[in-house]
């Protein structure tokens, strides 16, 4: 595991019209990580990763992605930094009129001219890589919410990207496919040393598999605190992490 | 990237080479697999220790290799594979924990028929049986112990009354207009062009003016209920209604039904008069006859039968039009596509009745003399 930034986030600002929802907030992903971000409802988790993936403009603040400054960047650039990310939005985001195959063929089928086959033959492994194999004709509609997730991260998989996001990928499912999710979850990023980005309440995942994090604080409008999730558990900076990362307990 | 392999006493080897990215070359893999199938195949060997970089064409390929070896009952030995290539390789050849389902028999012809039969069948029952609770539910409205909110059945009022009149009142002072000018090129060779005010009042009020109504309000009104409630059961707040005790059609049909059967009749009031105006705007402004003279003719050729005749259409429309869309609503998919399907049949099949119960009411007043 290098020490080398791969998102490198300064002075970042982000609002809704004049409602300011982080202000100034400043940190690394290095790369390899899997970085946790962390935080009460409603503390702009799910804002921040729109911002981190160029859904929504920052209002103030750069965010570098391997070295080329994301939100100065040109359009085609952008696309190009895009390429290389792959997201999990919460409830998979599979587009319905599709079959699985169709869903994660998509992304191959615009941005690589790789033949049919290969196409075909990417699927087939993409899901099985995800434990769908035998699923490629089903329709989104046809499978469960955990199948949705692991569908939804074969399309995110698909073109190999070096960082991917994740929404709270636990959200909705049982203790076994959420930890079935976490275990494909470092599977990926131990064997391709994929970066992952994870927004999630979910302890066990934290200390699982987290490797560096934030906490995000709503009063403060900012990080209170960063490091090793272990760690954090360990040398609490303050008590509301403590709370946190204990479920309350006094 | 090359790829070499080797067959040496029914033992294959390949061999890895070089920078395997975007592997997509298909003629050496159809040869490989050709060589795979060779009968009496004893062991498969892969030696990687020249592979540089690779990326998920190389998995693919790998994949591709191991899965038509278990085919025969063989599993390929590998040499000097990176670590995290061969993990990622178990992890996708882990056997799914689902069996695959594979139910995709072939039917008979004549089960196909069957399965069709059994289809139609409870489409049917499906259908009557909405409408007998559809029924039960204006029942218990009339008697007064329906659960019905009023701000929904005002929201709805509100949409398919005020706001269609534009709409409604343009398109049918078309139809008015349209209507006088046929009428005119057959009239005037008669010399009795005068009649286009009869032809346009008669045509408008019993029939054209609630026709026009109807297909405006299935492609406005009957659209909107089977999105709304199309989208209502995507997002689960059809199963959150019904698990809460509420009647489904107490709560979110009968708003919508009782409002468009209130309204249609009166849009077709509005429609009838905005087609008259259409008619005599050809009459007067190109036929040449007076604007009193054209009045005349007008209110000569209405009378209270036909108008009550077009009303009962308009009613007749009103509930067939909620009641396809509320209909495709209810039973709508769980996906974005479905509300599209949905929609599309609510409009078509409300169009379709319409036309349907058109021709049984004209056959039914033809036989009563009305
Ligand atoms: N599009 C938006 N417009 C205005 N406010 C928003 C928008 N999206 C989110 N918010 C507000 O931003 C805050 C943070 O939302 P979010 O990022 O979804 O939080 P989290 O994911 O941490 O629960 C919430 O108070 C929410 O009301
Ligand atoms: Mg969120």
């Not at chain 1, 760690?231 to 609490?236: R, Y």
């Not at chain 2, 005037?188 to 609630?210: D, E, N, P």
């Not at chain 2, 209130?262 to 009838?272: E, F, S």
């Not at chain 2, 007749?316 to 599309?344: E, M, Q």
Request: aromatic fraction near 8%; charged fraction near 20%.
């Amino acid at each position: 595991m290098t020490q080398q930034p791969v998102i490198n986030v300064r002075n970042l600002t982000i609002a809704y019209g004049d409602f300011v929802l982080l202000k100034n907030i400043a940190f690394q992903v290095r790369k390899g990580d899997i970085f946790v971000i962390m935080g009460g409802s409603g503390c702009g988790k799910s804002s921040l990763l729109r911002v981190l993936t160029g859904l929504t403009p920052a209002a103030s603040g750069s965010i570098t992605i391997d070295g080329i400054n994301f939100a100065a960047a040109t359009p085609e650039n952008k696309e190009k930094i895009m390429h290389r990310c792959g997201i999990l939005y919460q409830s998979g985001a599979l587009f319905s009129s599709m079959t699985l195959a169709e869903n994660i063929a998509l992304p191959l089928r615009q941005y690589t001219n790789y033949s049919d086959r290969l196409i075909r033959e990417l699927t087939e492994l993409k899901l099985a890589l995800v434990g769908l194999r035998g699923f490629g004709e089903f329709y989104p509609s046809e499978i469960s919410g955990g199948m949705k997730k692991r569908a939804g991260l074969a399309r995110a998989l698909a073109l190999d990207p070096e960082i991917v996001y994740f929404d709270e990928p636990s959200a909705g499912l049982d203790p076994i496919s959420s930890r079935l999710l976490d275990d494909l979850i470092l599977d990926i990023n131990q064997s391709l040393g994929t970066t992952i980005v994870l927004v999630t309440h979910e302890l066990a995942s934290i200390f699982n598999i987290g490797t560096d994090s934030i906490f995000l604080d709503a009063s403060l409008k900012g990080i209170s605190a960063t490091g090793n999730p272990k760690e954090l558990l360990k040398n609490p900076p303050n008590d509301q992490i403590r709370q946190f990362l204990t479920r309350g307990d006094k | 990237m090359q790829l070499t392999y080797n067959l040496n006493q029914k033992i294959l080897d390949i061999t890895l080479r070089g920078d395997g990215l975007h592997f997509d070359d298909n003629r050496t893999k159809d040869a490989l697999l050709l060589v795979l199938d060779t009968n009496g195949l004893t062991g498969i060997r892969i030696e990687a220790a020249e592979l540089g970089r690779w990326d998920s064409t190389i998995l693919a390929l790998l994949f591709d290799i191991a899965r038509s070896a278990s085919r025969r009952g063989l599993s390929p030995e590998y040499r000097n594979l990176p670590d995290n290539l061969s993990r990622l390789l178990k992890l996708a050849l882990t056997v799914n924990r689902k069996p695959d389902t594979g139910t995709d028999e072939k039917l008979s012809f004549l089960e196909k028929i069957g399965a069709k039969g059994i289809a139609v069948y409870a489409a049917l029952a499906k259908g009557l049986s909405f409408l007998r609770q559809t029924s039960a539910s204006v029942g218990r409205f009339l008697r007064g112990s329906a659960i019905m909110r009023h701000v929904d059945f005002l929201f709805a009022l509100e949409d398919c009354s005020y706001k269609a009149v534009g709409i409604v009142s343009l398109v049918s002072f078309m139809v008015g207009l349209i209507l006088a000018f046929v009428g005119a090129v057959q009239l005037k060779t008669f010399g009795a062009q005068i009649y286009v005010a009869s032809l346009v009042a008669i045509g408008m009020t019993r029939i054209m003016g609630a026709i026009m109504v109807g297909i405006i309000m299935a492609g406005r009104t009957g659209a909107s209920y089977a999105a709304t409630i199309g989208t209502m059961q995507v997002n689960e707040e059809i199963d959150a209604l019904k698990t809460m005790g509420f009647s489904i059609e107490d709560f979110l049909i009968l708003p919508r039904i009782t409002a468009l059967t209130l309204t249609i009749p009166l849009l077709t009031l509005l429609a009838d008069f905005m087609g008259i105006l259409g008619g005599a705007a050809v009459g007067v402004g190109m036929l040449g006859i007076s604007a009193a003279e054209y009045w005349h003719y007008s209110v000569d050729a209405l009378n209270m039968t036909n108008f009550l005749v077009g009303l009962f259409h308009g009613l007749v429309f009103g509930i067939i039009i909620s009641l396809c869309g509320c209909y495709y609503g209810v039973n709508c998919g769980r996906d974005a596509d479905s509300v599209g399907k949905a929609t599309t049949r609510a409009v078509v099949s409300a169009i379709v009745w319409m036309i349907v119960a058109t021709g049984f009411i004209t056959l039914i007043f033809e036989v009563l003399g009305i």
